[in-house]
């Protein structure tokens, strides 16, 4: 089945420790997105990608680092993860910046 | 910063009832997205609506871009529509950012 597939689902990090959340796309979709929700504050974007090789940065980029390797793969890192991390995230796609756009089912993070 | 504002807030329905959720923006949009957040977390795509009128089963929603607004009616209610409803927009200028509203959580009860 098509679709967007993110792991892992759940983890528990230790704070100060490097973390890569994964991001894969099978629908060769253009734009990459990674958000992050927390409770009250909805979705914010945190990094995207327009196309394989460009990233940008969205609403919430410190912390957090992303690259785009190919088309299919968007992997978020934590280079040194605190407790302000902890919340849902959600990685995302759509076939152009501004067309209709698909998530993921999210991974848990928590950070301790 | 472009402002989305969904009302209500919190909405609680008896199964069979009709509702209208609503999403207020503050700047001119490229589209205008509808998500069911059902109780599992997951984010289900409901409409792509940057303007007119759309319908799929039981829900519809119209966009009427001039004035800003967007509306989700949800007829004959069920307890699976139970979640938080969220309305994203995309500015016409500017940063590649979908801008959600903070949510209506809506519970349906048998």
């Known amino acids: 089945i098509a679709g967007i597939t993110q792991a892992p689902t759940s983890q528990i990090l230790a704070a100060g420790r490097r973390m890569t959340l994964r991001c894969t796309q099978d629908?060769?979709?253009?734009?990459m997105y990674w958000y992050r929700q927390d409770l009250g504050l909805g979705l914010r974007l945190i990094h995207y990608?327009?196309?394989?090789?460009?990233?940008g940065k969205g609403e919430v980029p410190d912390g957090y680092s992303v690259s785009r390797a190919n088309t299919d793969d968007f992997p978020l890192t934590l280079a040194s993860a605190v407790p302000s991390q902890t919340s849902v995230y959600f990685c995302?796609?759509?076939?152009?910046?501004?067309?209709?756009?698909?998530f993921g089912q999210g991974t848990r993070l928590t950070v301790v | 910063g472009i402002q989305v504002e969904q009302s209500p807030p919190d909405l609680i329905l008896q199964e069979g009832a009709n509702s209208t959720l609503r999403c207020n923006f503050s700047?001119?949009?490229?589209?205008l997205q509808w998500f069911h957040q059902n109780p599992w977390g997951q984010l289900i795509n409901l409409f792509y609506?940057?303007?007119g009128t759309k319908q799929n089963g039981r829900l519809s929603a119209t966009t009427v871009a001039t004035e800003r607004y967007s509306l989700l009616y949800i007829s004959s209610s069920q307890t699976t529509d139970s979640g938080v409803y969220f309305c994203a927009v995309d500015l016409q200028t500017g940063a590649n950012n979908l801008f959600f509203g903070t949510g209506t959580r809506l519970t349906v009860i048998p």
């Open positions: 629908m060769r979709h253009n734009a």
């Open positions: 990608s327009n196309t394989a090789g460009t990233t």
């Open positions: 995302a796609s759509s076939a152009d910046r501004g067309t209709e756009a698909f």
């Open positions: 700047d001119s949009v490229n589209n």
């Open positions: 609506i940057p303007s």
